[in-house]
Each structure stands twice: as structure tokens, then as C-alpha cells.
């Protein structure tokens, strides 16, 4: 395996409160071990949750934080110990997960944690230690609660076993809405029920599908739940200027899947339709790691593209204040 054990400097767009602009400067990455990958960041798409956890909209954020989890990169430097086909020079991406307990036990971790079911389950996601891209911490004892960073940055260092290597059809600016956006809608929809016989094409068949808001996820997930069969997909916006852009994307303007994150959000139902109509409300996060891999072959193999609009990774803050007025054309990436 060839590795690069070249000095990078970890530098990036620092949020330091939840009032002010990100300001560029250094920061500190993990520790280094050799279960991790390091990429140098070519690409970065810009989430609504980077703008929440800026703006503390989840909770108290701990600063400073660097965001950004749908990082596209070239991998710089692989780890003697990374679980991967990863090479130097490979092109690579990193989503909202940085780590899970990964059913590690001592002396690899302080806890034991051998018996955790979601990570048996390849359900990482789902893991009780799921730990976020950025405002969030690795467990190794090695890394010793080092926080997260994101991908408003130079450089990204990373557990392997959260990198993923990005199919060569796939251009970077594509590739890295899918990281997050992608990989959410395509969990959330592959989450809904099916016999499953004819595989992930016909997974919706007989299902007729509702996007509620077209940004950068419901866009996405219109096109993906008409890849995966679905008999009809409506996409439910509040105006009238994407009725157009709902016709391209082959959505037309049962159950209720939601990923949506608004700041301190919450969900209002009658809750005799629930009764009377036999519906079922469920909340998806991200992915495993297995469906990101999947969705990522769905797309190559579709031709799914997100509709991006380019910004340099300098004008990361009017792009952030470009988002928050709406004016993001599905999505936002950051080009360094
Ligand atoms: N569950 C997860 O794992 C996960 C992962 C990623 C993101 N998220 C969350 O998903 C949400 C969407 O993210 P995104 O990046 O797709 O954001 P986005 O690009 O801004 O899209 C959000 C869309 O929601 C609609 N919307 C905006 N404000 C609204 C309001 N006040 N009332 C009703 N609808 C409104 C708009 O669609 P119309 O203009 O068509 O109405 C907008 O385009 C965020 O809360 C984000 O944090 C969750
Ligand atoms: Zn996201
Ligand atoms: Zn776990």
C-alpha cells in the first residue's frame, strides 16, 4: 500500500460563535493512527445542518467547529492498518458519520464495547456512539476525545472505515452532495417497506411517494425514489417557482418519512388521520456505510446527478448567507 507521510497543515473556516462570520486560520487535527485516511478536500457541499450547528440551532454547539460533512477529496496519506481498497492519489469521500463504537474494546477504547447491536448490524448510524463530522469527538483511545473537524477545510483525517472510495463516472461536485443529502434520502426511501423480490429498481414500485420542501435533499430524493421504481413522486413546495424544476426532475408537484432537521423543530399531527388511515411517521439519520456504498452504484448506474452550483472554498461565507436566504440551486459545493 503506498503511502505519502508528508506534513500537511490543517487549516480551514473556524466558526468561533454563533453570531459572527467563520474566520480561516489552523486547527488541530486528530491524532494520527494507522486506521485513519487523510484527504487533501477538492470539494465540499454546504447541508442546512452545517448552518444549524453554526448557529447552535441544535443545542449548544461546541466551538470553535469547522463543518462541512460532504467532503470529496484525493486520499493523501492511508494509514498501514486502514480496512480498505483506498490507495494515494485515489479520489475519496467522507458523509456526516466520522466514527461509531465500532464494537472496539479495550485498550483500544477506555469502554467495552463488543456487544453493540447496530454496529453488529453494519447500522454504524445507528450506533449509540455515532459520532458527527464535526461538533462531535472520535472514541479511539488513541484519539482521546479529539473533536471532529468538517470539510470547510484544507485537509480532512478520518477513520477509514468512513471513507469511501467515489466511483470514476461520478464528477467530485456530484459526488459530494451524495455524501450527505444523497445518502439521507436514499436511506429514508430504502427504509420503506417492499417485498424486495426485483431488488433496489423496483423497491417503490406500487408506493407513490411525497417530497415535502425541494432543496437540496428533497431534490435528490425525487430523483432516487423514481430510480427505485416508485409509481409517482410528488413534490410538495411552498410556491409556485419549482413547479418547472419538479417536471425535470421527473417528480410531479402513505407513509411520511422525515429527515428534516428545522432548529428545535417540531412535528404537529391529527392523530386520528394516523388511526383512521393506518399511517406510519419514522425518522431516518444519514445511512450505514453498506447503503452509502449502495446509493453511490444506484447513482453511477442511473446517471443521478445532484444540480449544483460551484462557489470557491474563499467565499465560504457569503455562500453560508447565500443558503440561508434561499437562493442555493439545489446545492451549494464549495470548490477549493
Ligand atoms: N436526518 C438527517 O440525517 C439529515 C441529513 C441531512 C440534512 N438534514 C436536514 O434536512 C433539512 C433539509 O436540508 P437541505 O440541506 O436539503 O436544506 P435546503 O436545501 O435548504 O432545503 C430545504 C427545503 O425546505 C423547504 N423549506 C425551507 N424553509 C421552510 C419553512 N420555513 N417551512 C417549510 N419548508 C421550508 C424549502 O423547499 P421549498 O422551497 O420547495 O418549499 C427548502 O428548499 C435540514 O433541516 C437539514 O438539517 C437531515
Ligand atoms: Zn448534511
Ligand atoms: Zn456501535
Redesign the pocket.
Given at each position: 500500500m503506498s503511502r505519502s507521510q508528508e506534513h500537511h497543515k490543517f487549516e480551514g473556516w473556524i466558526g468561533h460563535d454563533n453570531t459572527r462570520h467563520m474566520v480561516w486560520g489552523s486547527f488541530e487535527p486528530k491524532p494520527w493512527e494507522e486506521t485513519d485516511i487523510e484527504i487533501e478536500v477538492t470539494h465540499c457541499g454546504i447541508?442546512?445542518?452545517d448552518i444549524?450547528v453554526l448557529r447552535s440551532g441544535w443545542g449548544p454547539t461546541t466551538y470553535p467547529v469547522v463543518v462541512g460533512h460532504e467532503i470529496i477529496g484525493i486520499a493523501v496519506r492511508v494509514g498501514e492498518d486502514a480496512k480498505t481498497d483506498i490507495r494515494v492519489g485515489d479520489r475519496v469521500g467522507v458523509g456526516?458519520q466520522s466514527d461509531a463504537c465500532l464494537r472496539r474494546k479495550p485498550p483500544a477504547t477506555a469502554l467495552d464495547w463488543s456487544d453493540c447491536k447496530e454496529c453488529a448490524k453494519g447500522k454504524e448510524n445507528r450506533c449509540a456512539h455515532a459520532s458527527t463530522t464535526y461538533n462531535g469527538c472520535f472514541y479511539s483511545a488513541a484519539a482521546n476525545g479529539a473533536k471532529t473537524m468538517g470539510g470547510y477545510a484544507r485537509y480532512n483525517r478520518c477513520p477509514s472505515h468512513f471513507v469511501f472510495k467515489i466511483p470514476d463516472a461520478l464528477r467530485s461536485e456530484h459526488a459530494a452532495p451524495m455524501m450527505?443529502?444523497g445518502l439521507?434520502v436514499y436511506s429514508a426511501l430504502a427504509s420503506v417497506p417492499s417485498s424486495d423480490i426485483g431488488g433496489l429498481e423496483q423497491h417503490l414500485e406500487g408506493r407513490k411517494i411525497g417530497v415535502?420542501?425541494?432543496?437540496?435533499?428533497?431534490h435528490l430524493a425525487i430523483q432516487l425514489a423514481r430510480a427505485m421504481g416508485a409509481d409517482y413522486v410528488v413534490g410538495i413546495?411552498?410556491?409556485e417557482t419549482?413547479r418547472d424544476d419538479a417536471g425535470k426532475l421527473e417528480g410531479l408537484v402513505g407513509s411520511t418519512l422525515s429527515?428534516?432537521?428545522?432548529d428545535y423543530g417540531k412535528l404537529e399531527v391529527a392523530v386520528n388521520e394516523l388511526v383512521v388511515n393506518g399511517l406510519t411517521i419514522s425518522?431516518?439519520?444519514?445511512g450505514s456505510t453498506a447503503e452509502m456504498r449502495e446509493m453511490l452504484r444506484l447513482v453511477t448506474e442511473k446517471g443521478i446527478r445532484p444540480w449544483v452550483e460551484l462557489r470557491n472554498m474563499k467565499d465560504a461565507n457569503q455562500a453560508i448567507m447565500d443558503?440561508e436566504a434561499?437562493k442555493?440551486w439545489?446545492?451549494l459545493v464549495l470548490e477549493a
Open positions: 447541508c442546512s445542518s444549524h456526516a450527505c443529502a439521507t415535502v420542501g425541494i432543496g437540496g435533499l428533497g413546495s411552498r410556491g419549482k429527515w428534516a432537521l428545522p425518522g431516518s439519520l444519514i443558503m434561499g442555493a439545489y446545492r
